[in-house]
């Protein structure tokens, strides 16, 4: 059975930094594209990035780009997602998801998905 759990979500200052980790079981996070999504209140879920299954390519948001960092240590079978220079806006639950196949931040794509870390960032 495959599962995924994200944890590291916390309270942070505007400016400061967080870093997520998704622990997979029943998977391997290097043969996956592992993404990182996130949904604020009231608002619908949207891609963050996510890493391909090989290598080192990764993908961002707009939104995210230069600020957030995405990550993998096989050995530990984690992925993780560093975030640096938080805002307020980047307050949302954050999701790790996993898909066997296609490529970028398509919601639909991703098949495993876990329950979520919340992130507050404070002003």
């Known amino acids: 059975q495959v599962q995924v759990v994200e944890s590291g979500g916390g309270l942070v200052q505007a400016g400061g930094s967080l870093r997520l980790s998704c622990t997979a079981s029943g998977l391997t996070v290097d043969a996956y594209i592992m993404g990182w999504f996130r949904q604020a209140s009231g608002k619908e879920r949207e891609g963050v990035g996510c890493i391909r299954s090989t290598g080192t390519i990764t993908e961002y948001a707009d939104s995210v780009k230069s600020r957030f960092t995405i990550s993998r240590d096989n050995a530990k079978n984690t992925l993780y997602l560093q975030m640096d220079d938080l805002k307020p806006d980047d307050t949302a639950m954050y999701y790790c998801?996993?898909?066997?196949?296609?490529?970028?931040?398509?919601?639909?794509?991703?098949?495993?998905w876990g329950q979520g870390t919340q992130v507050t960032v404070s002003s």
């Open positions: 998801a996993a898909t066997a196949t296609g490529w970028g931040l398509v919601e639909h794509m991703y098949n495993y």
